[in-house]
């Protein structure tokens, strides 16, 4: 996985330090987490994290310094339906746009970071979908 580099301010003197960041897919969920370490006051040493989803700030880092993946699904659309209707469902998708969605993951795949996508092949190929990751020309 790929890592980023976003700025904060240490929590002990103010200055801005550099923090590694990155995601990882453990026991089934999304993991964040943000490392810092300054190096003006040889303190401010702070980690944060959080599971499922990724701030704003770090997930923008990610894309931009690692890129955008695409998840593509590997099975005919009439047997890679329903299972990825239930996946989707799951996600807190809205009836209303349940099926459109699964269209459009069918036929144009999901971008997101790294992690994101193989979180969610992970999911598919407990419901039988197979897919394939791959860094996205495109983004």
């Known amino acids: 996985m790929c890592d980023a580099v976003i700025e904060q301010r240490c929590q002990t003197c103010g200055s801005v330090v550099q923090c590694r960041a990155w995601e990882d897919v453990i026991g089934g969920r999304l993991q964040w987490v943000v490392l810092c370490d300054c190096g003006t006051c040889g303190g ?5 994290f959080g599971w499922d ?26 047997v890679a339906r329903m299972p990825l209707m239930r996946i989707v469902r799951a996600t807190g998708e809205p009836l209303a746009s349940l099926s459109a969605r699964v269209e459009a993951l069918l036929i ?13 092949a992970l999911r598919l190929a407990e419901v039988g979908v197979p897919t394939t990751i791959a860094k996205d020309d495109a983004g």
Do not use: H, K, N, Y
């Open 53 to 78: 989803e990724t701030p704003a700030e770090v997930r923008r880092a990610l894309l931009d310094m690692c890129g955008t993946f695409r998840l593509r699904v590997q099975a005919p659309l009439e």
């Open 108 to 120: 144009q795949g999901q971008t997101g970071t790294e992690a994101e996508l193989e979180l969610l």
């Open 44 to 48: 401010g040493e702070s980690e944060e």
